[in-house]
């Protein structure tokens, strides 16, 4: 979704697209 750090990125790795 947005791109960046989300605060549980690690548990809800889902939530952000992040890399």
């Known amino acids: 979704m947005k ?3 989300h605060p ?3 548990e809800a ?3 952000c697209s992040c890399g």
Do not use: L, P, Q
């Open 3 to 5: 791109e960046g750090i």
């Open 8 to 10: 549980k990125y690690e």
């Open 13 to 15: 790795t889902f939530t």
